[in-house]
């Protein structure tokens, strides 16, 4: 089971609502923690990750990824990372 608190779902609008009209996709990493058992994923914060793409690939920019890492572990040093999000954006 996992379980999403509302902050994440927030930070994920907000980094889609800020995006360029450029950009085709968001990125987000979902940290979070686990049960003992592995049964419940709890996801609590996330944040958005930069990246460029083009037709042929997406490239993340690393060095930004782990600098948020390393900060959201001096916060909260028990959550690591659970996820990613990707949302594309579709004209319709």
Known sequence: MVAI???????????YLRRTDAQQRV???????????GALI??????AV???????????DMD???AMYELSQRVS???FI???CVITVSHV
Do not use: C
Request: glycine fraction near 6%; aromatic fraction near 8%; hydrophobic fraction near 40%.
């Open 42 to 47: 709890d996801v609590r914060n996330a944040f």
């Open 82 to 84: 659970v996820g990613w």
């Open 77 to 79: 040093p028990k959550e």
């Open 64 to 66: 930004y990824h782990r």
């Open 5 to 15: 608190h509302p902050v994440v779902l927030f930070s994920i609008l907000d980094h």
């Open 50 to 60: 930069l990246h460029s793409e083009t037709d042929e690939q997406v490239a993340v």
């Open 27 to 37: 990125i987000g990493t979902l940290l979070g923690t686990r049960s003992e058992d």
